[in-house]
């Protein structure tokens, strides 16, 4: 199972970016898919996960109300739309093909916020 994250840019609070997380070796309709982020000198910070069954999809308090998870089982694509973003929004951000951030995790996308 390989991961590749991409999107992450340099954005002004209150903007907003999608990321995408192209998986192969697998597919993202029969797998449970997370995102995480990791900011600098901080550990993984789980931020949401989306169920395989049901596609159902669940937030930590810190992003709820303004990221959305996704799929596109068609491109075989996990995305993360974020919006209103905040500075301590900053950080590298991975995709996992496991719930809370676990399972394997692919290369992953910087996102800069600034304030």
């Known amino acids: 199972a390989q991961l590749v994250a991409s999107g992450g840019d340099l954005v002004q609070a209150g903007g907003s970016l999608t990321l995408s997380c192209v998986a192969s070796?697998?597919?993202?309709?029969?797998?449970?898919m997370s995102w995480v982020r990791q900011a600098p000198g901080k550990g993984d910070e789980w931020l949401a996960d989306i169920r395989a069954t049901l596609g159902d999809t669940y937030y930590a308090d810190s992003v709820k109300g303004r990221f959305t998870v996704s799929r596109d089982i068609s491109k075989n694509t996990l995305y993360l739309r974020m919006t209103n973003l905040r500075p301590a929004d900053s950080g590298i951000y991975y995709c996992t093909n496991d719930l809370r951030g676990s399972g394997v995790r692919g290369q992953g996308t910087q996102v800069t916020v600034s304030s």
């Open positions: 070796g697998f597919s993202v309709r029969y797998s449970d």
